[in-house]
């Protein structure tokens, strides 16, 4: 990490010491954001001592800015008309897979920009909870909070994912929709309740949240 810290804006790693709100603007998953995202993460958590969460608490973000990214790119898709049926679950996972790779990616966050479709990271302490937002400006319909509400109960059952996927196989999403449940899996695996982990529509913007405890039992 200490590589990767010669890079960073002194402004970050200042901001990360003092406990200040830290904020990643991207309009597509880029290396460079997340090498920032895990520098700022670091210093957070090495202020509690904590620095073994960095992984899984790094991981679940990975997990939030994708699906975050893959909502935005859901968008953009269908307003070129590449997707038509937004209810074809298979067709619009098959289009949006075809943007998920390290060369279209450049041009979608080149048009993810023009339409002013951004994902914003938020890290912030709370006293001794840190407090991770991912935030992307497009609502999500009533039934899409439904389902993610109900992946996210059922994934609190299970202690990895591979069990999850086992007993609930979700064919039309051909595994695009194990995001979620990965977090859920990720909490449990470090003692976070998975109700710390929330997803909801405001304002016309999605926001994703967790809490995570960093206080020393």
Do not use: W
């Not at 979608?108 to 400006?137: F, M, P, Q, W």
């Not at 999500?140 to 609930?168: C, G, P, T, V």
């Amino acid at each position: 990490m200490e590589a990767h810290g010669r890079n960073i804006n002194p402004e970050l790693l200042t901001a990360a010491k003092k406990g200040s709100e830290i904020v990643f603007i991207s309009y597509a998953t880029l290396s460079s954001t997340e090498d920032k995202i895990k520098f700022a993460l670091l210093k957070l958590l090495e202020q509690f001592g904590k620095e073994e969460l960095l992984t899984p608490v790094f991981s679940c973000i990975k997990e939030l800015i994708a699906n975050a990214t893959k909502a935005n790119a859901k968008h953009i898709l269908v307003n070129e008309g590449v997707i038509s049926d937004t209810d074809d679950v298979i067709a619009v996972v098959q289009k949006i897979r075809t943007i998920l790779n390290e060369e279209a990616l450049l041009a979608y966050g080149i048009k993810a920009k023009e339409s002013r479709l951004t994902t914003r990271t938020y890290l912030r302490l709370h006293g001794d909870r840190l407090v991770v937002e991912v935030v992307n400006n497009l609502p999500l319909q009533k039934r899409e909070l439904f389902r993610i509400h109900d992946r996210i109960e059922k994934s609190s059952k299970y202690d990895s994912i591979a069990e999850f996927y086992l007993e609930n196989p979700d064919p039309a999403a051909e595994g695009m929709g194990l995001g979620l449940s990965m977090v859920v899996v990720l909490l449990k695996s470090i003692n976070v309740n998975y109700r710390n982990f929330s997803v909801v529509t405001e304002r016309g913007k999605t926001f994703a949240r967790i809490v995570f405890p960093l206080a020393t039992a």
